[in-house]
């Protein structure tokens, strides 16, 4: 039988109170654009409930995929929609469902009918006596357990008639945009990706900056970043990507600083310009893929001296994960091939043999001293050359 709908459930939003319907619509907004390049579907709430209904014929693993993506989903319920409103029409249309959905008839199951059109003639609870009546008749292998069941035959009686026994499940958080802006330091990694991804659940835009370094970093480095960028967009919505010629303060710090100091020098002016165009861009924070001692500018006490340039909070989702843990989520969103093409970023270039791991604010303010005669009209040149690419 052909799946025509989805009932979307959602989890954290339908405990929002008088703020709830402004979470729904902002998560039927976010599933049309979803939607859009499936094909034509009517998205809706109906007496507490939200369907997506094809409005036409569609691919169904496409719109599976689709919904799949959408944050603020927790579960995908693929539907047969039945117009005819009649209980013979109906006990015929549940045995054919369940005889197509489940070759091998060795399961329990429950039937859980909920009655919305209450013209409808036969209530909830004979509905369920019904029609799991026709079911053990039909069925030889079929028992009914009302407490775990293996199967859940869900019918609901509305304008039309809904059946339904899967729950696929969808990513969970808020829909994007419900939770403000944030503005993503993205590198050609493994674990900035991710960041973005799990700040992006939690409702929030993203914007995002690069630092490109040519002629050390080459083109392909650079579109590397920008589809990671485009696979993260799938899931957060459409993210402005600012591109960076970062090399000129690098050569500089590299001339006139300590060596050992130059990851963590580079990674203060990289949250300074970052910082500059979240606030352009009214961002609310910074995201960063930084793990508490995964490098050497990723110590704690070298974390610390990163966020004393910083004026906006510093958001890590992947603090105090394990690099195992960040890998699995890459593969899991789709980011983990791209990330681990071999073409280097800005961050990888110019790196000390022996980086300090307990650095010192002082002794590095004292360092970047050095660069004062040339800093800002460095930093002025790399954001004013700035390249921005809107990214889908």
Do not use: W
Not at 202 to 207: F, S, T
Not at 363 to 382: F, N, P, T, Y
């Amino acid at each position: 039988m052909k799946v025509t709908a989805f009932l979307i459930k959602y989890g954290e939003i339908a405990i929002k109170g008088k703020n709830r319907f402004m979470f729904e619509d902002a998560l039927m907004r976010q599933i049309r654009f979803a939607m859009k390049p499936v094909g034509d579907f009517d998205v809706r709430k109906e007496s507490g409930r939200m369907f997506v209904e094809g409005r036409g014929d569609f691919d169904y693993d496409e719109a599976v995929e689709a919904l799949q993506k959408v944050f603020g989903i927790v579960g995908i319920c693929p539907m047969v929609v039945e117009e005819t409103k009649d209980i013979d029409h109906l006990r015929k249309t549940v045995l054919a469902f369940i005889d197509e959905q489940y070759p091998v008839k060795d399961f329990t199951f429950k039937v859980h009918a909920r009655r919305g059109d209450k013209q409808f003639p036969m209530t909830s609870m004979e509905l369920n006596m019904d029609i799991g009546e026709k079911l053990l008749d039909a069925f030889e292998g079929l028992k009914v357990d009302v407490h775990h069941p293996d199967v859940m035959v869900n019918i609901e009686v509305r304008k039309y008639i809904y059946i339904y026994s899967q729950e696929i499940k969808g990513p969970g958080g808020m829909p994007a945009g419900t939770n403000g802006r944030a503005m993503l330091l993205l590198s050609g990694g493994i674990d900035s990706p991710v960041a973005g991804y799990m700040i992006a659940k939690r409702g929030v835009r993203i914007d995002a900056t690069y630092f490109h370094a040519p002629p050390y970093t080459s083109e392909r480095a650079k579109q590397k970043v920008v589809d990671l960028a485009k696979i993260v967009a799938q899931y957060a919505g459409p993210i402005d990507l600012h591109v960076v010629n970062f090399t000129d303060i690098q050569l500089a710090i590299y001339e006139k600083c300590p060596h050992d100091e130059l990851t963590i020098i580079m990674r203060r002016y990289m949250m300074k310009i970052a910082e500059h165009f979240a606030k352009e861009r009214e961002d609310l924070a910074l995201i960063t893929g930084e793990s508490i001692g995964q490098v050497a500018s990723q110590t704690i006490h070298n974390l610390a001296i990163t966020n004393e340039v910083c004026e906006l909070p510093v958001f890590r989702p992947c603090i105090g994960m394990d690099k195992q843990e960040i890998v699995d989520i890459a593969e899991k969103i789709g980011t983990f091939e791209t990330s681990i093409q071999p073409f280097e970023d800005c961050c990888t270039i110019f790196v000390a043999k022996h980086p300090v791991t307990k650095g010192n604010l002082k002794r590095i303010q004292k360092s970047e001293e050095h660069l004062k005669d040339v800093i800002d009209d460095l930093m002025k040149e790399a954001i004013d050359t700035t390249e921005v690419i809107h990214v889908k």
